[in-house]
């Protein structure tokens, strides 16, 4: 049986043309039951596996259609639940914010940031709103935790904030129980300090520290921070006072222009 395997295996071409040609010479000049029983054996062996692999072929698309199909749609399920999923936060951020009661004489403008400006640090932002919204250059800048900034610059449709990150950016402050003035500003590779404190003030850890009013930009009662830590150097006529700012600069979103005058 080996050298027979080995023949079929070695013409297995020739063999199968042989017996393609026997089969088609059959149906040619076959006559009676034989042709009928051959052309039965030509579609048995040549017409089903073809038509198997065809209808397998087509399925096979079908259901990568069909995939393709489910995967669009679980993709837009995904993006509307985060959308109601942002909604429902945004939500929350809004209602915890009507908490808020501006200063007397002023008004909310709500605006969202566009981008941020970066110098190792939040500096700036840039937010939807501008002249057209009446928004103007030095108006204070606030979220729902305290002050973000201030209008530096205004154009038609949007307008630029100076954040209290910007070291060019210092604010008139007060502590809140003492009513000790200072000066509040950002010192980059030493964060918020509260400057201008004589040694002898009564300021402490846990402090609140808000804005003063003084210099006409930032109304009075806004906060700023909370004093983290105090140190008088030996021989130093000023305090040196680190703070806690009251806003995450690094997770501003929603803002709110502070604008004089009633609705």
């Not at 072929?57 to 985060?82: H, I």
């Amino acid at each position: 049986m080996s050298w027979l395997t080995m023949i079929f295996s070695r013409n297995r071409r020739i063999l199968s043309y042989g017996f393609i040609a026997i089969l088609l010479l059959v149906l040619l000049v076959g006559k009676g039951t034989i042709r009928p029983a051959v052309g039965n054996l030509c579609v048995t062996l040549f017409y089903y596996p073809f038509a198997e692999i065809r209808d397998s072929v087509k399925n096979m698309f079908e259901v990568a259609g069909t995939n393709r199909r489910l995967k669009n749609s679980l993709t837009e399920a995904s993006l509307q639940l985060n959308a109601l999923a942002e909604a429902r936060r945004e939500n929350q951020r809004l209602r915890e914010f009507l908490g808020f009661e501006p200063s007397e004489g002023y008004r909310v403008i709500p605006v969202k940031i566009i981008s941020l400006i970066h110098n190792q640090f939040p500096i700036a932002a840039v937010i939807n709103k501008g002249a057209e919204d009446s928004i103007e250059v030095n108006q204070s800048v606030i979220n729902r935790f305290g002050l973000v900034g201030k209008v530096k610059e205004v154009m038609p449709d949007y307008a630029t904030v100076q954040l209290l990150t910007d070291p060019s950016n210092a604010v008139s402050a007060r502590i809140a129980e003492s009513r000790q003035i200072g000066i509040v500003r950002y010192v980059p590779g030493e964060g918020m300090i509260f400057d201008n404190l004589p040694a002898d003030a009564e300021v402490n850890s846990g402090d609140v520290v808000i804005t003063s009013g003084l210099g006409g930009v930032y109304p009075s009662g806004l906060s700023v921070g909370i004093v983290d830590s105090v140190a008088t150097p030996k021989g130093e006529i000023k305090k040196q006072v680190w703070l806690k700012p009251s806003v995450n600069f690094l997770e501003i979103e929603e803002l709110y222009v502070l604008r004089s005058g009633t609705p």
